[in-house]
């Protein structure tokens, strides 16, 4: 009867599917791929970086002042102190000598991305986390750091008051934290110092970088661009790259890249399962196939129970000692009926999910399914287990 309903439940699913019409635009699948990654179109912005528009890192080390005693403890963060002293003495306060261990200090460290194109006295947004022995950031002020590239040169400034991502409560014996008290970020916290040099203005030529590397979908790009820019010939140069030439199109690089990236496509997504075994996540492609295979899911249920009993020696007994029996108790139990479910082939992993969900499949016992499929070679989609 499961196997019947099973079946039954798969061909009305994919007759339904069938039955739908087909979306305004969208052209009909190509013999052999039934729709295969004919989805929704997506602008071409956020489907490819383009080349030199980008953000670089910064980062710096600097000091939090102002928290309410949840500050690096200096006789564990040395550093803290070296810092705070040398602070001190830049604004005139000589310490050399002085033994002096605020709790409202701490060590951290100072992020950021550089925004392409930022022009001197933009602001940015940083990030700041504690590396010593702080509790909380909470309350506390980032004073002046710099912020550098990896060629060693400061692009930037940072300092503000911060706001924690955490909160921290204790007392003396009981302690409540709530998020992460020890990160914290500044909204605009960092001014921008020195600009980069990119001259964009004088690139004869325009590199699109796919971020998911596809042959199907940087063709569908360059045959977009070439359909709807005539003056600007693409050439797609491998799955991950399509050059664009500006010089016949009569305009800017920037007037182009603002034409290019609002153009739509339909890119060509591969067929993916991902798999975390620690939550019971599965997350699936609507491409995903599989082949004709036989299933049969059966549970083993071993349940222990220990309960020890007390033995006592009868009373007025001269050489009698009290002791613990062990009593265990054991109970097999070999669950479900172990029926043997046959799937057709050219059935989508959204039927089969609908069919194991029916016969009450658990999510870890999906999840094994999945991996014995994909080991079996019936699973026609990359597989990632995290």
Known sequence: ?????????????????????????????????????????????????????????????????????????????????????????????????????????????????????????????????????????????????????????????????????????????????????????????????????????SMPNIRLALREADFTTASRIAETINKTLPGAPAVMLDSGTVQVDVAGSGLSPAALISRIENLTVNPSVVARVVVDQRTGTVVMGGDVRISKVAISKGGLTIRIDETPTVSQPNPFAKNGETIVVPRTNIDVNQGGQGNLFVIDGNVTLDDLVAGLNMIGVTSSGLIDILMSLKSSGALHADFIVR
């Open 1 to 201: 009867m499961n196997r019947l309903l099973f079946r039954l439940t798969a061909a009305m699913l994919l007759a339904w599917a069938g039955a739908l019409p087909a979306a305004p635009g969208v052209m009909p699948p190509a013999p052999g791929v039934e729709g295969r990654g004919h989805g929704p179109n997506v602008r071409i912005k956020d489907l490819v970086d383009f080349e030199g528009v980008r953000g670089n890192d910064l980062v710096g080390y600097g000091l939090v002042v102002g928290l309410a005693g949840t500050g690096d403890g200096l006789r564990n963060s040395p550093f803290t102190e070296e810092a705070l002293a040398n602070l001190l003495e830049r604004l005139g306060i000589n310490v050399s000598g002085e033994s002096f261990r605020p709790k409202n200090v701490a060590a951290v460290l100072v992020t950021a991305v550089l925004p392409p194109f930022a022009r001197a006295g933009s602001k940015i947004d940083v990030t700041v986390s504690a590396i010593g022995d702080a509790k909380s950031l909470l309350g506390g002020t980032l004073i002046m750091t710099p912020l550098n590239a990896a060629d060693g040169d400061i692009y930037a400034v940072a300092q503000g008051s911060i706001v924690a991502g955490g909160v921290l409560a204790e007392g003396a014996a009981a302690k409540v934290t709530l998020g992460v008290p020890t990160v914290a970020t500044i909204p605009g916290g960092a001014r921008v110092e020195r600009e980069i040099d990119y001259s964009l203005a």
